[in-house]
């Protein structure tokens, strides 16, 4: 049987898994030679203890947390992740701009502009990665009996 802290990880790296796909394991492989008890606690509590809380979608999570790093204005790498993240649990390009244009009003110009080129530098990514994906194999063909 896993113990308390144990389940707390294990529920992190499957709701990291839901939210980022690869873009999350990446992070987080990253950190094992600089710092793997902080990836550990990364996943523990963000992903573990908050983002498996009930009250709030996905989606909404990461339109706040996209937000939140638009606001913070030196975040890009973790914002590009989020945006990722943003568009992997369902949420549209247009609410990401929308969201990150919000933020001028609170966090300033020059906040949401990087934030919006960013978003640019991602959606560019994932039209590539579209793009760059091979095509499912054809459906069998039947003959008629």
Do not use: W
């Not at 144990?6 to 990446?26: C, I, P, S």
């Not at 987080?28 to 523990?44: M, T």
């Not at 790498?77 to 247009?94: D, F, M, T, W, Y």
């Amino acid at each position: 049987m896993l113990n308390h802290e144990e389940t707390r990880f294990q529920n992190g790296l499957a709701k990291l898994a839901e939210v980022d796909g690869q873009a999350g394991e990446k992070v987080i492989a990253a950190l094992q030679d600089i710092a793997p008890d902080f990836a550990r606690l990364l996943v523990s509590f963000a992903f573990g203890d908050i983002y498996s809380r009930p009250g709030l979608d996905l989606k909404s999570r990461e339109i706040g947390v996209v937000a939140a790093l638009t606001a913070l204005g030196n975040a890009k790498p973790q914002l590009k992740v989020h945006i990722h993240a943003a568009l992997n649990v369902g949420c549209s390009r247009e609410q990401i701009i929308e969201t990150i244009m919000m933020m001028s009003v609170y966090a300033g110009f020059p906040a949401a502009l990087n934030s919006l080129f960013a978003a640019q530098e991602v959606f560019a990514e994932t039209e590539h990665e579209a793009h760059c994906r091979p095509a499912p194999p054809p459906a069998p063909c039947s003959m008629p009996a």
